[in-house]
């Protein structure tokens, strides 16, 4: 899985990764978000907001980590939830998990 954290890092570089909740929430409302990564260490309410909105607005979700390594792979703090905002990385990704 560290192909995973690489991916992710390189999507950050491109600027195709959106982190933090409200930001994270905005793009999945906004349609931008095409896969969302949560932290398996997330608060319940988190994880219930995030899971919630991805399934109204059909965008795929998928608990990997810890918010440090998330935060580590694109170069932040602790990140609990990440968007990927591009087709291809979120395919990538989508692999890299499966």
Known sequence: MNQLLSILGLAMRAGKVVSGEDMVLRAIRSRKA????LSQDAGKNTKKRITNKCEFYQ???????TREELGKAIGKPERVVIAITDAGFAQKVKQLIQ
Not at 34 to 37: E, T, Y
Not at 59 to 65: A, D, I, L, S
């Open 34 to 37: 095409k896969f969302i990564l």
């Open 59 to 65: 965008v795929p979700v998928y608990q990997y980590g």
